[in-house]
């Protein structure tokens, strides 16, 4: 009962290094998330995918990018990191309706950027 | 914007105390509001509510929303350690995929 799968769970980078964190659902879900969680600040929204074939921006997408791969897989991308990126990664998923539904999360991937 | 205020920040109580979270909200065309637990990893979900004044209740935690004064409140009854964790609000707006996270409260139980 995998649910949400998030890689590598830990990194650490290089200031302009480049990395790319992997997530899959096998919920069978339409819609995917990236949440960043930064301490006092809560979860603030990176870029999500309402369906496959979308990615929209959200709170906080300066510095990232995204890849829906296909309905199972979503990517973030951080092309040249900086030390402000340095947070706790979070993907999620949910399946899309009304009147709104719980959204799953992966267990979380820690990355310093030094 | 979108908006999700979440009081208090944090909060330490003893075993069998009992406490209210609150959860107060500005969205435009509010769908619904879901209340999660967050320990070390990834936060596990607890209610999501819908519509005003219906209590959902899971065991010692009840929470109850009012879309009319726009705030949802956690009820914790009888506390124990084990409660001690973040406990996230988030309200998705009508018309849109996105989940809007509050700050969290942190709770803290002591023995």
């Known amino acids: 009962n995998a649910g949400v799968t998030q890689t590598p769970k830990f990194q650490v980078l290089k200031t302009g290094q480049s990395m790319t964190l992997q997530c899959a659902q096998d919920?069978?879900?339409?819609?995917m998330y990236w949440y960043r969680q930064d301490p006092g600040m809560g979860l603030r929204l990176i870029y999500y995918?309402?369906?496959?074939?979308?990615?929209d921006k959200g709170e906080v997408p300066n510095g990232y990018n995204v890849s829906r791969l296909n309905k199972r897989e979503f990517s973030l991308r951080l092309e040249s990191a900086a030390p402000s990126q340095t947070s706790v990664y979070f993907c999620?998923?949910?399946?899309?309706?009304?009147?709104?539904?719980?959204?799953?999360f992966g267990e979380g991937s820690w990355l310093t950027v030094v | 914007e979108d908006k999700v205020v979440q009081s208090p920040l944090s909060l330490v109580v003893h075993e069998g105390d009992t406490v209210t979270l609150n959860c107060s909200y500005e969205?435009?065309?509010?769908?619904?509001l879901l209340w999660y637990k967050q320990e070390k990893k990834a936060p596990t979900f607890l209610f999501m509510l819908?519509?005003?004044?219906i209590e959902k209740k899971s065991g010692r935690l009840s929470s109850i929303l009012d879309k009319k004064e726009l705030f949802s409140i956690l009820n914790i009854t009888a506390t124990q350690t084990g409660d001690s964790a973040v406990y996230l609000c988030?309200?998705?707006?009508?018309?849109?995929?996105?989940?809007?996270f509050g700050t969290g409260t942190r709770l803290k139980v002591l023995a």
């Open positions: 819908t519509s005003s004044g």
């Open positions: 969205v435009t065309n509010f769908r619904s």
């Open positions: 919920m069978n879900h339409n819609s």
């Open positions: 999620a998923s949910s399946r899309t309706g009304t009147p709104g539904n719980t959204i799953y």
């Open positions: 995918s309402a369906s496959e074939g979308t990615t």
């Open positions: 988030a309200v998705v707006p009508s018309g849109t995929y996105k989940y809007i």
